[in-house]
């Protein structure tokens, strides 16, 4: 090895401590300002995300211009690092123009985060939020005056209002992706796949499941037009205010509208939780025992002593659930603005999923400290959560009676139709936030045709529309919270496929379950106290992005692919029971 390699090496090591401390200064007022709104925090905010950009930026000046392009380095490890640490991302910008990229963003998202909205019967104030009051209000109201009123009002309010400004971070953004040498930011947020194929492979997974979506479309169509009747016309699309959630990404809280099996269990727990008192605490101390039981790291006390899990009375904070790093390997937070709900467990959940992975590999460097591809980061936790969710596991902590049957046929369609209308419905959704922004950031689609074409998208792959006429001076993207905090979403539809490869090869380390045992179906799975899964779980999650990440699903699941094989046979069941429902029926899925 050549003294150039030596040296490459140690500037590597130098620049990790370099990094983890300014990391650590810019997340902490990242923090202080999602956690209390505010001018001051704002402006100390967007001070360190300069300071972080320009240590970045010089770091990446110094490895392009001292170690180019080495192809004599023999050390992989070391020209994987070097890699990685060529994309520069938006801090490639000059200045000024990062400013205006911070500040749009973060205007954006503070717009987001305090949009109120106006009552739908009195004359009170304007002061319904998104989290808790629209969300409630969404998964529960049968209303569909009200559900129109604050579905309407929500996304006139949230979405139209910062239209230009997101012209304007189009702009920057391309620029910046120019400066690291791609055609548009679309293309950077791709190479964190590290895959020439990743838009085929994502477009082959849709087309595998579109027909099980669309199974699922025609039984929940012909359910909620017996609710609803007056609502639905001949096109065979739903109205998108009807399906229990804002963005109708997913469709579990209209489950009580058209259960399969009425007399039949079903896995909403939520009022059995209020009815035991349960606490945003105590449901993340169920997460954190979930994850203990398999042999996996604990939160530490920092988590315990720093975290948000509840809105706070007295000030705005960004209440959209995340799990924080803060780069010194001991401060882990998550904040969320916890309810006490079914859905809000299995997002404590997932938000501890993305800590878990923190603490698995805060011992590897800064570069290395991140998912091995987006998805993995959004799957560790919905794969334990699909353990939590069964009714085997939901009884083991109390949360179902224990003299109700849980091994029939009905209860199990029961589940497997709460769990497609989370899951599956999701699945186009996922999907199309991605292409609609790399339809935008290609120049396929220019601002006069933002909502035009996120209406085309919304239609062609979920086969909904919007519940009033919808313009060009509306912004219905907006309204979706990763659109304003600009947070890449392909990583959701991949980490909804994976997760089941995951939750099968964990299942099977943990002997709950084999493909030729009935007794032992794969949605019956409940991986809780395995510790021969728990540690292949932290084999994979402790390598970060120290490998491609075929080669870490190759530890996890003994696959390099992701395939939908797992997702497919979870729910083959239910999609025998859908096709003959539907036929019944007469329901023909599709539309046109
Ligand atoms: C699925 C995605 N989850 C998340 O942001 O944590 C969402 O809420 O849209
Ligand atoms: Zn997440």
């Known amino acids: 090895e050549n003294d150039l390699e030596s040296e490459a090496r140690d500037y590597l090591a130098e620049i990790d401590r370099l990094t983890s401390q300014k990391c650590y200064?810019?997340?902490?007022?990242?923090?202080?300002?999602?956690?209390?709104?505010?001018?001051?925090?704002?402006?100390?905010?967007?001070?360190?995300?300069?300071?972080?950009?320009?240590?970045?930026?010089?770091?990446?000046?110094?490895?392009?211009?001292?170690?180019?392009?080495?192809?004599?380095?023999?050390?992989?490890?070391?020209?994987?690092?070097?890699?990685?640490?060529?994309?520069?991302?938006?801090?490639?910008l000059p200045d000024?123009?990062?400013?205006?990229?911070?500040q749009l963003e973060t205007s954006m998202t503070k717009h987001y985060s305090t949009t109120k909205v106006c009552p739908f019967e009195t004359r009170e104030a304007c002061i319904y939020s998104l989290e808790p009051d629209l969300t409630k209000i969404m998964r529960e109201s049968r209303y569909e005056g009200a559900l129109r009123h604050f579905w309407t009002q929500w996304h006139d309010k949230s979405g139209g209002p910062i239209k230009k400004s997101y012209k304007q971070f189009i702009e920057i953004s391309n620029q910046a992706a120019k400066l690291n040498n791609f055609n548009d930011m679309g293309e950077l947020w791709l190479t964190a796949y590290e895959s020439e194929t990743i838009k085929?492979?994502?477009?082959?997974?849709?087309?595998?499941?579109?027909?099980?979506?669309?199974?699922?479309?025609?039984?929940?169509?012909?359910?909620?037009?017996?609710?609803y009747g007056d609502q639905f016309s001949d096109d065979g699309l739903i109205p998108a205010h009807l399906l229990g959630n804002m963005w109708a990404q997913s469709w579990e809280n209209i489950y009580s509208l058209m259960v399969p099996y009425p007399k039949k269990s079903s896995i909403d727990v939520t009022q059995e939780m209020i009815k035991q008192g349960y606490t945003p605490l105590k449901m993340f101390q169920v997460a954190d025992e979930f994850f203990t039981s398999m042999g996996l790291i604990p939160m530490p006390n920092e988590f315990w002593k720093q975290s948000l899990i509840e809105k706070p009375k007295n000030r705005e904070v960004v209440c959209?659930?995340?799990?924080w790093d803060f780069c010194n390997g001991k401060d882990f937070r998550i904040k969320q603005c916890t309810r006490v709900t079914t859905k809000d467990l299995v997002i404590v959940h997932h938000e501890m999923g993305h800590i878990q992975y923190q603490l698995q590999y805060k011992h590897q460097p800064y570069i290395y400290r991140e998912g091995a591809n987006p998805g993995f980061h959004e799957a560790v936790g919905d794969t334990i959560a699909l353990s939590v969710i069964t009714p085997k596991h939901l009884r083991k902590i109390g949360l179902l009676d224990k003299t109700v049957p849980i091994d029939d046929h009905e209860t199990?369609?029961?589940?497997?139709?709460?769990?497609?209308?989370?899951?599956?419905?999701?699945?186009?959704f996922s999907y199309l936030i991605d292409k609609y922004r790399?339809?935008?950031?290609?120049?396929?689609?220019?601002?006069?045709?933002?909502?035009?074409?996120?209406?085309?998208?919304?239609?062609?792959?979920?086969?909904?529309?919007?519940?009033?006429?919808?313009?060009?001076?509306?912004?219905?993207?907006?309204?979706?919270?990763?659109?304003?905090?600009n947070v890449e979403y392909l990583r959701y539809f991949v980490s909804t496929v994976i997760q089941f490869q995951f939750h099968r090869s964990l299942c099977t380390e943990a002997s709950q379950y084999s493909p030729e045992d009935p007794a032992k179906p794969l949605h019956n799975c409940d991986i809780y106290g395995s510790k021969v899964a728990g540690a292949k779980l932290a084999d994979g999650l402790s390598m970060g992005s120290s490998r491609k990440w075929p080669e870490i699903m190759k530890v996890m699941t003994g696959q390099e692919k992701m395939d939908a094989?797992?997702?497919?046979?979870?729910?083959?069941?239910?999609?025998?029971?859908?096709?003959?429902v539907n036929e019944k029926m007469r329901e023909t899925p599709g539309w046109n």
């Open 96 to 102: 000024d123009e990062y400013k205006k990229y911070a």
């Open 412 to 428: 199990s369609i029961n589940f497997l139709f709460a769990m497609a209308l989370e899951k599956i419905a999701f699945l186009p």
């Open 438 to 485: 790399w339809d935008i950031f290609d120049g396929t689609v220019d601002e006069s045709q933002y909502n035009t074409h996120w209406w085309k998208l919304r239609k062609e792959y979920q086969g909904i529309k919007p519940p009033s006429v919808r313009t060009e001076e509306h912004f219905d993207a907006g309204a979706k919270f990763h659109i304003p905090a």
């Open 565 to 580: 094989s797992a997702i497919r046979e979870y729910f083959k069941p239910l999609e025998d029971w859908l096709t003959s």
């Open 320 to 323: 959209h659930a995340s799990a």
């Open 200 to 227: 085929d492979d994502v477009e082959q997974l849709w087309q595998t499941l579109k027909p099980l979506y669309q199974n699922i479309h025609a039984y929940v169509r012909a359910k909620l037009r017996n609710v």
């Open 25 to 92: 200064e810019s997340t902490v007022a990242e923090w202080d300002y999602a956690t209390d709104i505010n001018t001051q925090n704002e402006k100390a905010k967007l001070k360190m995300s300069l300071e972080l950009a320009k240590l970045t930026k010089e770091i990446w000046t110094n490895v392009t211009i001292t170690f180019k392009e080495r192809q004599d380095f023999k050390d992989p490890d070391l020209l994987r690092k070097l890699k990685k640490i060529r994309v520069l991302g938006s801090a490639a």
